[in-house]
């Protein structure tokens, strides 16, 4: 079949020649053809050279590119993906680590793979496709896992009811599409957690915390810690490993269930720990000389570019009240989780809260998302998740 032609209106050739993933469909001169959702197009320059070939999609984001390079992206081309990113995650000593069985398996742009998400939950792997051109080829996906992880695969399940673009004519079920599992317990750096993909946020877990729950780890030891934006737990999990007190706070009830059940899963009923379902701002207003420690990871502020504004608000009000409130010497873990919030604009909400209060701040660490969901290094955008570690004096 021939495939449809895109042609970029001239100069909106520059960031795709930097290996940018994304074509916006203001850049768009002309479609050759009436592609539909998901259909494989062909992008062109305004004098007709080939630059791309990708998923087309009708929105902002008009293509997702897969090859910057003419192929056919075909079951074959998908497939050496895939077993790229596995090899990666291999690299990183994550498929066969006795303590972690938990992982992220394809991060979309971060594995060259835009609109595809995998996690791997103990032999459960969990699809969320953010594209109809990566939904269509759900069970040529599932296929692959199958044969190139072989027996450790016990299922496929597919998480997509929630994130495709424009249903025109697809009404995505999250489903099963090999074997069956219920809920599975998994070991994180040797904790354990209780996943629920069908229930759960995300694909059922904040995988992308790992590294910095063991961080907060090495700065819990006798410290009183507030884990606000708990939902599963996992920051206090960790945290109870030393620490004198542990409250987690969310919003809502399934979430502060589930923290209890992991907080039970690994220390059994200790009266240590605590969970509140109440609402952040609420609860900060009244924390005065309570707490040693406090995490913020609160959910994305800003989905999109046209709120962030109100989102930097956000961020800035958030952590005001608790740098104000925390006990000298406090230290917060405090983080943004928005693609269109950078690192520098998070930053600076932060030291706007922390100009706002007068208290002295140290940044003790910069934190990032952990490499198995890499940055692309042509997609800024990749890298979504920020944090800074802060001491309070
Ligand atoms: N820290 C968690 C992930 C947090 S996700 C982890 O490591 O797994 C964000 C959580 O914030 C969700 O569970 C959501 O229920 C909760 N939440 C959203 N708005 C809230 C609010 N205003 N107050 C308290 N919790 C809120």
Same mark, same amino acid.
């Given at each position: 079949?021939?495939?449809?032609?895109?042609v970029l209106k001239s100069g909106k050739d520059q960031s795709i020649r930097r290996y940018h993933p994304w074509i916006y469909s203001g850049a768009i001169k002309k479609i050759y053809g009436t592609p539909a959702e998901g259909d494989i197009v062909e992008v062109f320059d305004n004098k007709g050279s080939f630059l791309a070939v990708g998923h087309y999609q009708p929105g902002s984001i008009?293509? =997702?590119?897969?090859?910057?390079?003419?192929?056919n992206p075909d079951i074959g081309f998908f497939r050496e993906r895939i077993e790229k990113a596995i090899k990666y995650r291999k690299s990183l000593g994550l498929t066969e680590n006795t303590q972690t069985n938990v992982y992220r398996l394809v991060h979309a742009e971060g594995d060259?793979?835009?609109?595809?998400?995998?996690?791997?939950?103990?032999?459960?792997?969990?699809m969320q496709m953010h594209s109809v051109g990566m939904y269509n080829l759900r069970m040529e996906f599932t296929a692959i896992l199958q044969e190139l992880l072989a027996e450790r695969l016990i299922a496929?399940?597919? *998480?997509?009811?929630?994130?495709?673009?424009?249903?025109?004519g697809i009404s995505a079920r999250n489903e099963f599409l090999y074997g069956n599992s219920g809920p599975v317990i998994v070991t994180e750096n040797n904790f354990r957690f209780k996943i629920d993909w069908v229930t759960g946020q995300k694909t059922g877990f904040y995988i992308d915390q790992r590294e910095? /729950? =063991?961080?907060?780890?090495?700065?819990?030891?006798? *410290?009183?810690?507030?884990?606000?934006?708990?939902?599963?737990?996992?920051?206090?999990?960790?945290?109870?490993?030393?620490?004198?007190?542990?409250?987690?706070?969310?919003?809502s009830s399934s979430a502060t269930e589930l923290a209890n059940e992991n907080i039970r899963l690994n220390y059994g009923d200790d009266p240590r720990h605590e969970s509140y379902q109440a609402d952040a701002f609420e609860f900060l207003g009244n924390i005065k000389n309570k707490y040693d420690l406090i995490i913020l990871d609160p959910p994305a502020f800003a989905k999109h570019n046209n709120v962030l504004s109100n989102a930097l608000q956000g961020y800035k009000r958030l952590n005001m009240k608790a740098i104000e409130q925390i006990n000298q010497g406090g230290i917060i873990f405090t983080f943004s989780c928005?693609?269109?919030?950078? *690192?520098?604009?998070? /930053?600076?909400?932060?030291?706007?809260?922390?100009?706002?209060?007068? /208290? *002295?701040? =140290?940044?003790?660490?910069q934190v990032v998302q952990p490499p198995d969901h890499p940055v692309n290094i042509y997609h800024p955008e990749s890298e979504y998740l920020k944090g800074l570690v802060i001491y309070v004096e």
């Open positions: 079949m021939e495939k449809v032609k895109i008009a293509v =997702r590119i897969l090859s910057f390079i003419e192929v060259d793979l835009p609109g595809l998400i995998i996690d791997f939950y103990n032999g459960v792997a969990v496929v399940y597919d *998480k997509s009811e929630g994130t495709i673009p424009y249903m025109s910095n /729950r =063991r961080l907060v780890m090495e700065y819990t030891a006798g *410290k009183n810690v507030l884990n606000m934006f708990g939902y599963t737990g996992a920051f206090s999990v960790y945290a109870m490993k030393n620490a004198s007190l542990v409250h987690t706070v969310d919003s928005s693609q269109v919030v950078t *690192k520098e604009n998070f /930053r600076k909400s932060v030291f706007a809260a922390a100009a706002n209060t007068g /208290r *002295k701040v =140290r940044i003790v660490h």
